[in-house]
């Protein structure tokens, strides 16, 4: 029987689900192996033939691995809460589960029918409160923990009171907030409950503070700033300010040096690990207290001076101006009521920008002047403070110290507003050697003179430790993470407020279940959706409204995958022991500095707690490349006639005549020829519009193309518009436009994989998605190259069979060139797999079933082999040959994978090109074990060089061993 793909298919994955074949064991003889796919956020949309790449990447690897002897785990799951269900919910009433619970049943249909080799007894949903229940006990650990310094770890808070109670704030050494109070033990236990707990708050590692954060007042949240593009939310196009509110955050920063150190202990692409390096952004450098001018009304201020951090503390003596961010806690105590309309107007413009466009804007110079002063601590000088958008509140200290003449957007700030430019005397250059024809002025730094930078560097530090206005100081530029969302479709916090303080519920109330609410939107008074919730409060106070973000659920989740249906720990010991850490990880390079950073922050912070044994979570990391759209276009024509418009669709050809002819004479005769019944010279130019003929380009469904050429039948029924479309063609035929895009619905070049599979199978999609290119190169999707793949596998399928598709396969001993062929595949997919060459693969199959096919090889030994090792990649196929090899009922999954030998491809005997007074005439083997005078006499007697010798006596044979034979008559 020919290839039944379709019954092949269902069979196998029938077979699969009943007898749980993927099912891995948490202990095993066998060495264990762990791959994980970066879970998918389950959508309306399904899966476009983009997104299972990774996951056929990572399952060719598993099920290889399988063969080669491993225990594998390779678990699949929902990230399933998020904005979108929310939104959807808001705008139809339906709760965020029913739509989650609905579209994980499309994914999960969609990658059931791929094949994946996923053990499903281990799903997670990150919305379940079973799962969730476990997001929320990490909050609360991280709650009551706090980051030793000298220990370098995180520890229980409970051992930082009882330090307090003890020793008092002397000898603490913590990652915590800047304005913490100093006491002794007398003072500490004095002190009332709330004071403690305030006190506390400013030590844990997830507390509250004031936050600039992305604000959505039409999506009533915070938004990431991957959330945010141009000033707008990423959905919907709502406009976004920059607001200060009280968040949760969690102290990522006392784990910067540990997430740095750990970049060189993995497998990981490069250039994420810069990316996150560049995110972490270590600088060593000075902190400096500019000191308010006197003349600054510093009655009004919590403090009498400005802090900045700097890299190049040795060019104070070059600051001109002070630059604080608009958000700064000073900018309304330092603003004059001569400036305060201009700050104020500057302040409403930068809440229109998110962080990333602040940032990204290196040209546009902006700015306010306070009114206010302050005093360089080393010179005396007074130096103005003004505001802008490029420094950012949670940078350092909000605050940078101006120096024109090294910085260029302090520079180009300076020549904006007319601001002094000071240029600092060289290092080892008096002021008498200043050159006058420089800009700006020179200053006199006489105590640093003639120091190179390092001496002057310490000298400057030095000199401000002894003023009580410095000190040496490693900053980061990562911040802490913000972790709420003012909505309703994610974690609830386990926290109730008492006082204004959070306290954690009781463990044993976990999980902190989401309650039911009327609608999903905001309150009237402002408050989050939770604030809806009728009977849902804490017996002592007020449970926290905010929920946590999406990336709580997507920070701990493969240590769930480990032992998924515990209930009493997010994993049991046993099993994080056996499996440690993933192994093999595949996702995107866009969660660089979101998922993949928090994700080895939790770890770690798990890993200081004693509940997991790997520092790092992910071994080896790969970035999947993107599968681009493939979009199609038609080109519309629009004639204006006596303000009437008809409307005409040029296939390509005909669009480029159109493009290249310029006169009015020029489109009259393409008119002519096409057969429209149009004419310039006959409209009135009283009512002759100024565009007489213009041409849009339009996005085209790629599902009613067919190698570039239009269905003009479902063009027509696509769109109302498109009923009564006229078309102009080429040779009968519209050919459309092409371009590589990203895949996205509104493009209409979105490729369901549900329709390939209908026309090709399964197996079909998975060979072609890897055949495409490098899995870690992004290239275009093409529709037209999977027939190819097709035709493959039904030549391998005919192996199998005689001319009647009857089932025959011979135990005839296989050939010399038959086993070179199995043994060069068996080698070469070995590598490829190896080294995630998975396309170079693809191609390999082809040519061994092209070299057997001519071998015309049915033999059992051959072929057996070859059907497990072409398994990971075409999983449904292989199966059914490998019961057909009547190896039924076993499964091919757990087979061995073959042993290459390399005593195969040793060649004995080589092909001699034989050639007579320097002109090749022919090629004739011999063995590689015969001398040259046994290869010389075989010559001369053999018949091919006999029939080109005619009769003539050879003057001389010259061998070559191994290389060639040339005869000289």
């Known amino acids: 029987m020919d290839y039944q793909f379709k019954d092949i298919e269902k069979k196998w994955q029938k077979f699969w689900a009943d007898n749980n074949t993927f099912a891995a064991k948490n202990n095993s003889d066998k060495p264990k192996y762990y791959v994980l796919d970066m879970f998918p956020y389950p959508s309306g949309a399904g899966l476009h033939v983009g997104h299972p790449l990774g996951y056929i990447a990572s399952d060719i690897f598993a099920r290889y691995k399988r063969l080669k002897g491993f225990n594998v785990l390779h678990p699949m799951g929902y990230d399933s809460f998020g904005l979108p269900a929310e939104q959807y919910a808001i705008q139809t009433g339906q709760h965020p589960s029913v739509t989650t619970e609905d579209n994980i049943a499309t994914y999960r249909r969609q990658l059931d029918q791929i094949g994946f080799s996923f053990d499903w007894s281990r799903e997670v949903r990150t919305s379940s409160a079973g799962y969730y229940k476990w997001t929320q006990w990490i909050f609360m650990q991280l709650f009551n923990s706090w980051y030793n310094k000298d220990a370098d770890k995180a520890e229980p808070i409970a051992d930082l009171v009882a330090h307090f109670e003890t020793n008092g704030s002397s000898g603490i050494n913590a990652v915590c907030d800047e304005e913490i109070l100093s006491f002794t033990a007398d003072e500490w236990n004095a002190m009332s409950e709330q004071s403690q707990q305030a006190e506390l708050l400013k030590y844990r590692l997830t507390y509250l503070r004031e936050s600039t954060v992305n604000w959505c007042a039409a999506l009533g949240t915070v938004l990431a700033n991957d959330e945010v593009k141009d000033g707008f939310s990423e959905r919907g196009g709502y406009p976004v300010?920059?607001?200060?509110?009280?968040?949760?955050?969690?102290?990522?920063?006392?784990?910067?040096?540990?997430l740095l150190e750990g970049l060189d202990k993995i497998d990981w692409p490069e250039p994420l690990k810069e990316m996150q390096r560049n995110w972490i952004g270590k600088s060593v450098g000075a902190s400096v207290k500019f000191p308010l001018d006197e003349t600054t009304h510093l009655s009004q201020l919590a403090t009498n001076y400005i802090e900045v951090f700097t890299t190049r503390v040795d060019t104070i003596f070059g600051v001109s101006f002070m630059v604080i961010a608009p958000e700064h806690e000073l900018v309304a105590s330092l603003t004059t009521p001569e400036q305060k309309a201009d700050i104020d107007a500057y302040i409403t413009l930068t809440k229109k920008k998110s962080e990333l466009d602040r940032m990204a804007d290196t040209k546009t110079v902006s700015g306010a002047f306070t009114g206010s002063y302050v005093t360089n601590p080393l010179n005396g000088e007074q130096i103005p403070v003004w505001i802008a958008d490029y420094v950012l509140a949670g940078y350092g200290t909000g605050a940078v110290m101006a120096v024109p003449s090294g910085d260029q957007r302090d520079y180009l700030f300076a020549k904006h507003f007319n601001l002094p430019i000071i240029r600092i005397m060289d290092i080892q250059q008096m002021d008498t050697e200043a050159d006058p024809t420089k800009e700006g002025k020179y200053v006199n730094s006489a105590f640093i003179n003639g120091l190179g930078y390092k001496e002057a560097t310490a000298a400057v530090i030095a000199k401000l430790e002894e003023l009580g206005l410095g000190k040496a100081k490693v900053n980061f530029r990562m911040r802490d993470a913000i972790f709420g969302r003012q909505r309703y479709w994610g974690e609830p916090v386990p926290v109730y407020f008492k006082n204004g303080l959070p306290y954690l519920i009781d463990e044993s109330e976990l999980p902190l279940v989401l309650p039911e609410i009327d609608k999903y939107l905001p309150t009237e008074s402002g408050e989050p959706p939770l604030g809806r919730a009728t009977d849902w409060k804490h017996p002592e106070g007020e449970y926290e409204l905010s929920t946590m973000p999406g990336w709580a659920g997507s920070s701990w989740y493969w240590y769930r995958y480990m032992d998924a249906n515990n209930d009493q720990d997010f994993a049991s010991k046993e099993a994080i022991e056996y499996?440690?850490?993933?192994?093999?990880?595949?996702?995107?390079?866009?969660?660089?500095?979101?998922?993949?950073?928090?994700?080895?922050?939790?770890?770690?912070?798990?890993?200081?707690?004693?509940?997991?044994?790997?520092?790092?979570?992910?071994?080896?990391?790969?970035?999947?490349?993107?599968?681009?759209?493939?979009?199609?276009?038609?080109?519309?024509?629009?004639?204006?006639?006596?303000?009437?418009?008809?409307?005409?669709y040029l296939s390509k050809n005909k669009y480029q005549e159109w493009k290249k002819a310029i006169s009015k004479a020029e489109q009259q005769q393409l008119f002519n020829e096409w057969g429209l019944q149009f004419h310039f010279s006959s409209l009135d130019p009283l009512v002759v519009t100024q565009q007489l003929a213009y041409e849009t380009e339009l996005h085209v469904?790629?599902?009613?193309?067919?190698?570039?050429?239009?269905?003009?039948?479902?063009?027509?029924?696509?769109?109302?518009?498109?009923?009564?479309a006229e078309f102009i063609l080429d040779e009968g035929?519209?050919?459309?436009?092409?371009?590589?895009?990203?895949?996205?619905?509104?493009?209409?070049?979105?490729?369901?994989p549900d329709d390939l599979i209908e026309r090709y199978g399964a197996d079909t999609l998975r060979m072609y998605e890897m055949f495409l290119g490098p899995l870690e190169q992004s290239k275009p999707w093409n529709t037209n190259g999977i027939e190819g793949v097709f035709k493959f596998l039904r030549k391998f399928w005919r192996l199998f069979h005689d001319a009647e598709w009857n089932f025959s396969v011979s135990n005839s001993e296989p050939t010399k060139a038959e086993l070179k062929a199995l043994h060069k595949i068996i080698r070469k997919v070995e590598e490829d797999v190896e080294r995630f060459s998975f396309n170079t693969s693809v191609s390999s199959f082809m040519i061994a079933v092209n070299e057997l096919t001519d071998l015309k090889c049915n033999k059992r030994a051959i072929l057996h082999d070859l059907v497990i090792i072409l398994?990971?990649?075409?999983?449904?196929?292989?199966?059914?040959?490998?019961v057909l090899l009547g190896n039924e009922p076993s499964t091919l999954s757990y087979a061995a994978y073959p042993k290459f030998n390399p005593a195969y491809l040793v060649e004995d005997e080589f092909s001699y090109p034989v050639s007579i007074n320097g002109k090749m005439k022919t090629n004739i083997s011999f063995s590689l074990t015969m001398d040259n005078t046994e290869i010389e006499t075989a010559i001369r007697s053999h018949a091919d060089v006999l029939k080109y010798l005619d009769g003539k006596e050879p003057k001389k044979v010259i061998v070559v061993k191994g290389r060639i034979v040339n005869i000289v008559v």
């Not at 009613?704 to 063009?715: G, Q, T």
């Not at 619905?745 to 979105?750: A, E, H, I, L, Q």
């Open 241 to 258: 300010e920059q607001k200060k509110m009280m968040q949760w955050s969690m102290r990522i920063t006392a784990y910067a040096q540990r």
């Open 579 to 648: 499996w440690k850490d993933v192994d093999l990880y595949i996702g995107g390079s866009e969660h660089a500095t979101g998922h993949l950073l928090y994700s080895r922050f939790w770890n770690k912070f798990l890993k200081d707690i004693g509940k997991v044994v790997e520092e790092e979570p992910f071994k080896k990391l790969i970035n999947q490349g993107m599968i681009q759209g493939r979009s199609n276009f038609v080109y519309r024509l629009n004639l204006v006639d006596d303000g009437n418009v008809r409307s005409y």
């Open 701 to 724: 469904d790629v599902n009613i193309v067919d190698n570039d050429i239009l269905d003009i039948a479902k063009f027509k029924k696509w769109r109302q518009e498109f009923m009564d």
């Open 733 to 752: 035929k519209y050919i459309c436009g092409v371009e590589v895009e990203k895949m996205s619905k509104s493009k209409f070049n979105v490729v369901n």
């Open 871 to 882: 398994e990971p990649y075409a999983p449904h196929i292989c199966e059914e040959l490998w």
